[in-house]
Nanobody, 131 residues
């Protein structure tokens, strides 16, 4: 059974940092080293949009423009954990954050930018930033 479990959400003050974690489990992740993992966030105004993504074979990353320089996505292949370090948070970052994965993705590819590319999703975690 494939499971993605996010953690780390909560209420933070503007300007503070938060790290989200996504634990990947399931035999498919043990069989393949080429995984694309993404963080999406959802709000009523914008729907579910990409925040950042990473490929586990070579660590290639991609960031949405509004969070560049503030957020960092990383992965630990040994533990099958993917992280989203969020710094200098603002009220505009308030959203429900989802981790998503697709495997196998293909070696040497840029990570997937679109929702339809992802097969597996976590349950999400709420991040609320107060001003």
């Amino acid at each position: 059974e494939v499971r993605l479990v996010e953690s780390g959400g909560g209420l933070v003050q503007a300007g503070e940092s938060r790290r989200l974690s996504c634990e990947l489990s399931g035999s498919v992740f043990e069989k393949h080293d080429d995984v694309s993992v993404a963080w999406f966030r959802q709000t009523p105004e914008k729907g579910r949009v990409l925040v950042a993504c990473i490929t586990t074979d070579d660590g290639r990353t991609h960031y949405e423009e509004s969070i560049k320089g503030r957020f960092t996505v990383s992965s630990n292949n040994a533990t099958r954990m993917v992280y989203l370090q969020m710094n200098n948070l603002g009220p505009e970052d308030t959203a429900y954050y989802y981790c998503a994965a697709v495997v196998p993705w293909g070696f040497g590819q840029e990570c997937g930018h679109f929702r339809f590319e992802y097969d597996y999703w976590g349950q999400g975690t709420q991040v609320t930033v107060s001003s």
